[in-house]
């Protein structure tokens, strides 16, 4: 959305040696974006199958290579933590929590100390409930924390989230959860705000595989250049109104967000 090819986004990872792995490199190209992968040979580039029935979805993984990621094999390494430290925001996935909380906390101490901005997701309950003490050791760095949930009090919720420890305390923490076909909710501070997501006819509704990740690579689109809350919601939105009409996660070319 941004449309500065190769100039905007660095993304880390840990594929295999093959086809798949080939592929996600080509896709990320394809992309603009500028992939460096922990490659390694002990395990398959990861795969998940995405079975859609209507306009809901059940995904099947086989992490495979995704459990590989080594801190001092990559992260670590001197020509990867420079373009960590040339970013002025960062994104996890809750997911790898359960690969290397090591690399999260690194790179979230170093997002603290140099008061950048560190985001991350909640990605699935299994996280919250089976991962809880790596995702609270990470929690007092994070500055946007995203979550997908469907429960009631959704408000509270993430109004509690918002107040828990912070590090930096020269950025108030902001909590994001979308709810499907649901207000997103977003809190600062003690505030919790609603927010409609766009209206769509239930017939132009494709496939939502991918809609959650659409939301916030929409929401961070705007962020990094530095939009107001409500800018960043509004691109989310766009962003995952336009994966939903489309089979598979993929988008247009060109944007018409505006």
Aim: glycine share 6%.
């Amino acid at each position: 959305m941004i449309q500065e090819p190769h100039k905007v986004a660095t993304f880390f990872g840990c594929i295999g040696t093959d086809n798949f792995g080939e592929i996600l490199k080509k896709k990320a190209e394809e992309a603009h974006v500028d992939a460096h992968y922990y490659e390694q040979n002990e395990e398959p580039t990861g795969t998940c199958a995405a079975c859609i029935t209507g306009d809901n979805r059940s995904l099947v993984a086989n992490l495979a290579a995704a459990n590989c990621y080594k801190k001092e094999k990559h992260l670590d390494l001197d020509s990867n933590w420079e373009l960590v430290k040339k970013a002025k925001v960062y994104y996890i996935a809750g997911f790898f929590l359960t690969v290397s909380p090591e690399s999260i906390l690194k790179v979230a101490k170093h997002a603290s100390e140099n008061n950048k901005i560190f985001c991350m997701n909640l990605s699935a309950p299994f996280i919250s409930q089976f991962f809880k003490e790596p995702l609270m050791q990470v929690m007092p760095y994070v500055d946007i924390l995203f979550g997908n949930e469907t429960t009631e009090d959704i408000a509270e919720i993430a109004k509690r989230t918002q107040n828990l420890p912070k590090e930096n305390t020269k950025r108030q923490r902001m909590v994001v959860f979308t709810q499907g076909a649901e207000d997103t909710v977003a809190t600062v501070g003690e505030k919790a705000t609603m927010f409609p997501v766009l209206d769509i006819d239930q017939n132009d509704i494709v496939d939502t595989n991918g809609a959650g990740d659409a939301f916030v690579g929409g929401f961070l689109s705007a962020l990094v250049l530095e939009h107001p809350l409500e800018e960043c919601i509004r691109a989310g939105h766009y962003a995952a109104n336009v994966i939903i009409r489309r089979v598979g996660c993929t988008f247009p070319e060109k944007p018409n967000f505006n």
